[in-house]
């Protein structure tokens, strides 16, 4: 069974650092990776997805994410954070590239401070 | 190109009601899936449909609830009964055959009292 792992529930950074979003993931193929962003009362947007190729993605917004096989990891980055940035993260692992379903992790709380 | 369109944004039911909840897909769009959030919880898989079919409802509980996705109009998940505990943000998504990745709609937060 596939699962997701985002260790920190709650991250507080200043605006204009930099940041590092955390996601480990458990899947026994080759696993399709993703990353979301919802605003307070808002739905999911997609900022950037990983299926092969280059271990680096850019996203949206500035965002990026490195694949680690190694390491079973994903993890999101942003060079300056900017206080719209200010969201719920959740990583995200599916079978395929399409129509399957999604694992989701239970999400890493942004706060960004002035 | 309207995204995907989830209504009512807000449910409140009464225990024991029925919520119907809706989603009409981005235009092209011909499958469905529905998601829920418990609070401080990731999003859980609840069912997967096609036009007409039910692909996978590993993630629906044995009770109360069905979704469908008809030849016309926008998919429904239906919760019979509604108890406290289904209180929570249900979202739909939906994507292209053959397409990569898949796009949510807002949600409906549905509250039982």
């Known amino acids: 069974a596939q699962s997701v792992t985002q260790p920190d529930i709650h991250i507080t950074v200043s605006e204009g650092a930099s940041l590092e979003l955390r996601c480990n993931y458990s899947?026994?193929?080759?696993?399709?990776l993703f990353w979301y962003v919802q605003s307070p009362g808002q739905g999911l947007q997609l900022l950037l997805k990983y299926f092969s190729g280059d271990t680096l993605v850019q996203g949206i917004k500035g965002f990026e994410a490195e694949f680690k096989r190694s390491q079973s990891s994903f993890n999101l980055r942003k060079p300056s954070v900017h206080w719209s940035d200010a969201a719920e993260y959740f990583c995200a692992v599916g079978a395929s590239k399409g129509y399957s379903t999604l694992t989701f992790g239970k999400g890493t709380m942004l706060l960004v401070s002035p | 190109n309207a995204g995907v369109m989830q209504n009512p944004r807000h449910l409140v039911r009464r225990r024991g009601q029925e919520a119907r909840l809706r989603c009409s897909p981005m235009k092209g769009h011909s499958h469905v899936y529905w998601y829920r959030q418990l609070p401080e919880e990731g999003l859980k898989f609840m069912v997967y449909l096609q036009k007409e079919n039910i692909i996978d409802e590993s993630g629906m509980p044995k009770e109360r609830f069905s979704a469908e996705f008809p030849k016309e109009g926008p998919s429904i998940l239906r919760i019979q009964q509604v108890v406290r505990g289904d209180s929570a943000a249900y979202f739909c998504?939906?994507?292209?055959?053959?397409?990569?990745?898949?796009?949510f709609g807002s949600g409906t937060r549905l509250t039982v009292v």
């Open positions: 998504a939906s994507s292209p055959a053959g397409g990569e990745g898949y796009t």
């Open positions: 899947y026994g193929a080759t696993p399709y």
